[in-house]
């Protein structure tokens, strides 16, 4: 069975990337991250693009995204707009970035015979309301961690109120600009 890895980028408030940031300071905010990364950390998150499968998203992960993937030339870019692309809305027609598929219907259903299916593992970029929902409902195994050395304070926090989640550190990692990366299994 494939495993289902959340990888977000958070500051250390609890603070992640992109997340619930109005258009007009919206790249202000994501450029906050950028400085701390170093080769070896983006080295980290292409090996981690590289061994997954597909990537699992919902309305506003997919069209944030379709604003900054397809035009980056870089290995990392490459690897996300070759990947297929299961993006889980109901309020979405239809998608057009390459390798997409519009999922309708019981996203828990859904996820749960992707998650059946051989091959590599599945990956979420963030932890909105499509990883908050697996979690819920047990079928998030890895939620990676990449702590960022800032303090935004203000935007959309790692978990929302009540919230809850036992979770298991299994690996640990830091870059020499400051990340730490933490990797957990949650204990269900």
């Known amino acids: 069975m494939r495993k289902i890895i ?4 958070v500051s250390l ?3 992640f990337e992109g997340a619930a940031i109005s258009e007009e300071n919206r790249d202000r905010h994501i450029s906050r991250f950028s400085p701390y ?3 070896a950390y983006l080295l980290y998150e292409l090996d981690q693009a590289l061994s997954c499968g597909a990537l699992l998203m919902g309305r506003t992960t997919y069209e944030d995204f379709t604003k900054i993937w397809p ?3 870089d290995p990392w870019s490459d690897r996300v707009n070759a990947m297929p692309k299961y993006v889980f809305s109901s ?3 239809k998608v057009e970035w390459n390798n997409s598929t519009l999922v309708r219907g019981d996203v828990i259903a859904e996820v749960t015979k992707l998650k059946q299916q051989e091959g590599r593992d599945l990956l979420i970029y ?3 309301l499509l990883a908050e929902t697996l979690l819920k409902h047990h079928l998030l ?3 990676d961690l990449s702590i960022h050395p800032l303090v935004l304070g203000q935007g959309k926090q790692l ?3 009540g919230e809850t989640a036992a979770l298991k550190l299994v690996a640990t990692k830091s870059f020499s600009k400051g990340i730490v990366n933490l990797t957990y299994e949650p204990q269900y």
């Not at 959340?6 to 980028?9: E, F, G, L, S």
């Open 159 to 161: 978990f929302r109120q």
């Open 91 to 93: 309020m979405l027609e």
């Open 126 to 128: 963030g932890h909105g």
């Open 13 to 15: 408030d609890g603070v």
């Open 6 to 9: 959340a990888h977000t980028v």
């Open 71 to 73: 035009g980056r030339p």
């Open 141 to 143: 195994d890895v939620l």
């Open 37 to 39: 990364r170093d080769e």
